[in-house]
């Protein structure tokens, strides 16, 4: 499977809306991009970087039972 790594802001931004980890090069936090910003979290960082969130795991028990 392919490896998911950081996109530097200057090489290319999310779609509107995607759910994305961003770092500024020393805090990571998820967050979601809208409108050519980051937002989402109560903290503010300058993201120089981010990456799609990986696909779930597959073998979660099911609980609904």
């Known amino acids: 499977h392919p490896m998911v790594k950081w996109i530097n802001v200057k090489e290319g931004l999310p ?15 998820s967050s979601y991009f809208q409108d050519g910003s980051f937002v989402g979290r109560e903290i503010a960082i300058q993201a120089t970087h981010w990456m799609p969130l990986p696909k779930p795991p597959k073998d979660i028990p099911d609980m609904s039972r």
């Open 15 to 29: 779609e509107q809306y995607d759910h994305v980890l961003i770092s500024d090069g020393k805090i990571v936090t």
